[in-house]
């Protein structure tokens, strides 16, 4: 089945970096679409960033210039490099994934929390 793990949460200082993995299996990762969301305290969920399976990338705003969402398909890993880190960039960070031609995304992981302090 299909299953994501992410890694590499934690607390950091505001200005500071930190880099989320997601360990993907149970399908074919290099033919997928992937993506990161994140959930912060009274928000809703918002994608932050996507990749699909030509590595093509998009960002919200919000993150652009400071985080880098990337691939290693020989690893079935996801990373995302969060540079620049803010106290708005607080939240629950979530990997997923889904087949490309599919609008939404199907499967998910636990998630991993960063907390930013100013």
């Known amino acids: 089945q299909v299953q994501l793990v992410e890694s590499g949460g934690g607390s950091a200082q505001a200005g500071q970096s930190l880099t989320l993995s997601c360990a993907a299996s149970?399908?074919?990762?290099?033919?997928?679409?992937m993506g990161w969301f994140r959930q912060g305290p009274g928000k809703e969920r918002e994608e932050v960033a996507r990749?699909?399976?030509?590595?093509?990338?998009t960002y919200v705003d919000s993150v652009k210039g400071r985080f880098t969402i990337s691939r290693d398909n020989a690893k079935n890993t996801l990373y995302l490099q969060m540079n620049s880190l803010k106290a708005e960039d607080t939240a629950m960070y979530y990997c997923?994934?889904?087949?490309?031609?599919?609008?939404?995304?199907?499967?998910w992981g636990q998630g991993t929390q960063v907390t930013v302090s100013s």
């Open positions: 149970g399908f074919t990762y290099s033919y997928y679409c």
């Open positions: 990749i699909d399976s030509l590595g093509r990338t």
């Open positions: 997923a994934a889904k087949p490309c031609a599919m609008s939404r995304f199907p499967y």
